[in-house]
């Protein structure tokens, strides 16, 4: 079964860059899945920041479209995120999921985030 | 502010049915299918149904989600001690062409 793992630095320094990768591991990137990045701020609610396809399509969140960029690395089976000039209410736990059975038909899209990474926390701090 | 409205808490004893509400708008709820999420206390979201009302394997049938118009349902029958969680629900959205999600309802066990 696919399983998710985040990794990056736990402590980012304002206007700095918030790098994050997520590796999948007992399934192929190249499933007909989207890739999802997902944020919780502390005691807070979760946020879509935004999903990828393997052919590097992508969606995001319009608030937050001016400062994120999203990868896929095929050959190491995991893809990216990258925030820009961060401050401290990006200070989150970020998740990544698999958007499984993403499709729309005679007007009603389908699909459900599954399975998610454990998150990891990002600090955002000087 | 949450695109998907949701209570803030729900409480019931053990035994008991619980139900939360989530509602939403014709850009997401009333025209795409719901997704519920469960969260236990430090660990990641959990599918919990899915399209509706569908489970996901290993989820009990204790869990039962229904959708009518713009709103949808969790209900949560037999409480037990461990089901103390937080739950969102979640949808596509046509407009923000996104995932949107509740506020989350954090679900007390008395």
Not at chain 1, 29 to 47: A, C, F, H, M, Y
Not at chain 1, 49 to 62: C, E, W
Not at chain 2, 25 to 42: E, K
Not at chain 2, 64 to 75: M, N
Request: net charge neutral.
């Amino acid at each position: 079964q696919v399983q998710l793992q985040e990794s990056g630095p736990g402590l980012v320094k304002p206007s700095g860059t918030l790098s994050l990768t997520c590796a999948v591991s007992g399934g192929s990137i190249n499933s007909s899945d989207w890739w999802t990045w997902v944020r919780q701020p502390p005691g807070k609610g979760l946020e879509w920041i935004g999903q990828i396809y393997h052919s590097g399509d992508t969606h995001y969140n319009p608030s937050l479209k001016s400062r994120v960029a999203m990868s896929v690395d095929k050959s190491k089976n995991q893809f990216s995120l990258n925030l820009n000039s961060v401050a401290a209410a990006d200070t989150a736990v970020y998740f990544c999921a698999r958007h499984e059975g993403l499709y729309c038909s005679d007007g009603t899209c389908y699909g459900w985030l599954d399975p998610w990474g454990q998150g990891a926390l990002v600090t955002v701090s000087s | 502010q949450s695109v998907l409205t949701q209570p803030p808490s729900a409480s019931g004893t053990p035994g008991q049915r619980v139900t939360i509400s989530c509602s939403g708008s014709s850009s997401n709820i009333g025209g795409n299918t719901v997704n519920w999420y469960q969260q236990l206390p430090r660990t990641a979201p959990k599918l919990l149904i899915y399209s509706n009302h569908q489970r996901p394997s290993g989820v009990p049938d204790r869990f039962s989600g229904s959708k009518s118009g713009t709103s949808a349902s969790l209900a949560i029958s037999g409480l037990q001690s461990e089901d103390e969680a937080d739950y969102y629900c979640a949808a596509w959205d046509d407009s923000l062409n996104g995932v949107v999600f509740g506020g989350g309802t954090k679900l007390t066990v008395l």
